[in-house]
């Protein structure tokens, strides 16, 4: 059975959805978007995701082809056409179709193209999560507003092959000797009872799994810390771990060929991801 996607206004068979050649986002990366997860058919950080993907629009000055319940609608729509129970929905906004040209088109005359789709993929039940992830450490070689949620993703496209073609699971990205995220996740350490990660500004995605998880720990009683910290640093933690929708919290066992404290996921990641699920399985919506 074909899965059903939405592009423009139509729900249409995934073989049958078509784009513009002349759309900017094809053309130009022009464009923003959000993954959301889905756990029992509900949404995950619903409102977060909207919040964020309206910032991501007005930083770009780009209209949006709909609005939040009218997305909203759309999103459960498609969840109860595909019959996902757990997984994820993609939602796309470009600038639309309009003459290859750098300048902004006209938005009198360009309507703003709107495509979502889902993905029916385990979160909860992940091995990654029993036994961890490796990380390869890499130059971030991306742009300097990675605060917007962009789709000009092939640096973190490239950095994750190259991880890949060294047996990794993943690469983190560092800045001026710093960790700044990684390619698609947010960054923590773990110190005693102390959880360490970067402060928000233009040179990390604010995550709204990020945000959750720092608001579930500090609710556990946990001290947050929003600091910078170095390759060595991380690699002498007791703890590591990333954050995001796609993966909710996943250990990382090994940096650079090190091991992160004995090598295997630590007691203060394993309670925060099963925190994470529970309250998002109660919160969802």
């Known amino acids: 059975m074909s899965r059903t ?14 784009i513009s050649v002349f759309d900017r986002g094809f053309l130009f990366a022009d464009g923003v978007y959000e993954v959301t997860a889905v756990l029992n058919g509900k949404l995950v950080d619903k409102q977060g995701h909207l919040s964020r993907l309206r910032r991501s629009l007005s930083e770009i000055d780009m209209p949006s082809p709909a609005d939040d319940t009218e997305i909203e609608a759309i999103q459960r729509e498609l969840i109860q056409r595909n019959s996902v129970t757990e997984g994820l929905v993609y939602l796309q ?65 490239m950095c994750k092959t190259a991880a890949r073609a060294q047996g990794k ?14 390619t698609s996740n947010n960054v923590f350490l773990v110190t005693k009872n102390h959880i360490m990660t970067r402060r928000l500004s233009s040179t990390i995605l604010p995550g709204i799994t990020r945000a959750s998880v720092l608001a579930y720990a500090e609710e556990a009683g946990y001290e947050i810390q929003e600091v910078s910290f170095s390759v060595k640093e991380a690699q002498s933690a007791d703890e590591a771990f990333i954050t995001s929708a796609t993966a909710f ?10 091991p992160v404290g004995d090598g295997r996921p630590g007691p203060v990641t394993r309670r925060l991801r099963e925190l994470y699920i529970a309250e998002s399985l109660r919160r969802s919506e």
């Open 249 to 258: 919290v996943l250990p990382v066992v090994e940096i650079d060929g090190q």
């Open 93 to 157: 906004i470009t600038r639309g179709a309009a003459e290859r040209s750098f300048f902004f088109p006209d938005p009198e005359t360009t309507r703003p193209s709107l495509v979502l789709f889902t993905q029916s993929v385990p979160l909860i039940a992940n091995p990654k999560a029993e036994h961890g992830i490796k990380v390869l450490t890499v130059e971030d070689i991306r742009w300097t507003r990675r605060d917007i949620k962009t789709v000009q993703l092939l640096p973190s496209s």
């Open 5 to 18: 996607v939405y592009v423009n206004g139509k729900f249409l068979p995934e073989e049958d959805a078509k």
């Open 169 to 182: 699971d993943d690469a983190w990205m560092v800045q001026d000797g710093y960790i700044t995220e990684g």
